[in-house]
């Protein structure tokens, strides 16, 4: 059973930080993009960051370029995202994704095939 185990969510202040973490298991990522979406209360889910199998392309959101990193361990099959400079706007719940696209293809939500269950981070004022 394939399964995106994510962990690192919390509350933290406004300009502080966090990591987050999502861990593959259950097949080979081989080729594999993995990536982040998020969902704020009310709002749509929206990508945030991708990164390719490989971890030599990575795909941004504009909202999050500057100050979100995406990385990946193959040999963990984990893939990592800091949050920096963070702002009660990236309050959501964030959701790890996987699937055998580009790091830019992960961007479109339509037909991703492995989605995590996603840790809250909230962010206050």
């Not at 502080?16 to 999502?22: A, D, F, K, M, T």
């Amino acid at each position: 059973q394939v399964q995106l185990v994510e962990s690192g969510g919390g509350l933290v202040q406004a300009g502080g930080s966090l990591r987050l973490s999502c861990a593959a298991s259950g097949r080979t990522f081989s080729g594999y993009a993995m990536g982040w979406f998020r969902q704020a209360p009310g709002k749509v889910r929206e990508f945030v960051a991708a990164v390719s199998w490989s971890g030599g392309d990575t795909w941004y959101a504009d909202s999050v370029k500057g100050r979100f990193t995406i990385t990946r361990d193959n040999a963990r099959n984990t893939v990592y995202l800091q949050l920096n400079r963070l702002t009660p706007e990236d309050t959501a719940v964030y959701l790890c994704t996987a699937d055998q696209r580009s790091a830019q293809a992960m961007a479109v939500p339509l037909g991703i095939v492995y989605w995590g269950q996603g840790p809250l981070v909230t962010v206050s004022p």
